[in-house]
């Protein structure tokens, strides 16, 4: 068990890879092209692998308590804005402008093709893909959430081995 603490900054940084691994392989070999919530879900991932690249390097002069609590932080960004994004494939509220573009009344052609040409091509309340009724946001969602339960665990466990 320790060694898998010891480790915290290595499996959050092959965690955070492989989900956007994932997402990109998603993306760009099975065309499942993301929504703009889906966009959002991918920065934290980026924010931890430099995150724990950093710790990585400069843990043995700072610890790695402080890199795994912002890595913490990070899952719980990307968790947030996962729950959120399932909410809005569920119909539990309504997604940002950016998801579903305005849909009211419009007055001239100009104004409906400018409507028509500002709205997302990939909406966020559309579960492109999902596997036993669960979406990748929601897969996310459980991920993000393991992770910053480990690096919070991982950060008080490395705080007590100083």
Not at 62 to 67: D, S
Not at 129 to 141: E, H, R
């Amino acid at each position: 068990m320790v060694l898998l603490y010891k480790n915290a900054l290595w499996i959050a940084l092959a965690a955070a890879a492989g989900a956007l691994v994932f997402a990109f392989t998603s993306q760009y070999v099975f065309g499942l092209w993301p929504c703009v919530l889906c966009l959002y879900q991918r920065w934290p991932y980026a924010a931890v692998i430099a995150i724990a690249l950093a710790g990585i390097a400069l843990s043995k002069r700072f610890g790695a308590t402080p890199f795994l609590l912002f890595c913490a932080f990070a899952f719980l960004t990307t968790a947030a804005i996962g729950g959120y994004h399932v909410g809005v494939e569920q119909g539990w509220w309504e997604g940002t402008a950016e998801c579903v573009g305005d849909t009211g009344a419009v007055s001239n052609i100009e104004d409906l093709k400018a409507r028509i040409m500002s709205t997302p091509i990939v909406r966020c309340n559309e579960v492109a893909w999902s596997l036993f009724g669960i979406s990748m946001a929601g897969y996310n969602v459980m991920l993000a959430v393991v992770m910053a339960v480990f690096c919070l665990i991982a950060a008080l466990g490395s705080g007590k081995r100083k």
